[in-house]
């Protein structure tokens, strides 16, 4: 099982960013595919979540809502998290894991990360 996070890197405020979650090894229509980010000293905090199965549909938490916004393919194993009008305070390693379930405790699987850094 292997879940791989790409697309983080260096941008200026208001920029823009697009981070792809590329899952193998589990069968990834199942399972819902959710993004976190994780600054040093911090806990971790679910950001954005694309649901699974049939009725599966992206949602956000308040920190992201309105600048981030989610896409899935699972012909292509593939969750994109776009990421606008990005902040410093957005800065942060963001990670991509499968659960069953949307915001919930239980997610099976994680990426190792991808930084992201806004900055001027």
Excluded at 1 to 15: A, F, I, M, T
Excluded at 101 to 110: L, R, T
Aim: proline share 5%; net charge neutral.
């Amino acid at each position: 099982v292997q879940l791989v996070e790409s697309g983080g890197g260096l941008v200026p405020p208001g920029g823009s960013l697009r981070l792809s979650c590329v899952g193998s090894g589990f069968i990834f229509d199942d399972y819902a595919i959710g993004w976190f980010r994780q600054v040093p000293g911090k806990e971790r905090e679910e950001i954005s979540c694309y649901g699974g199965g049939r009725s599966g549909s992206p949602s956000h938490a308040e920190a992201v809502k309105g600048r981030f916004a989610l896409s899935r393919e699972n012909t292509e194993n593939t969750v994109w998290l776009y990421m606008n009008k990005l902040k410093p305070e957005d800065t942060a390693v963001y990670y991509c894991a499968a659960g069953r379930s949307c915001w919930g405790p239980e997610f099976d699987y994680w990426g190792r990360g991808t930084q992201v850094t806004v900055s001027s």
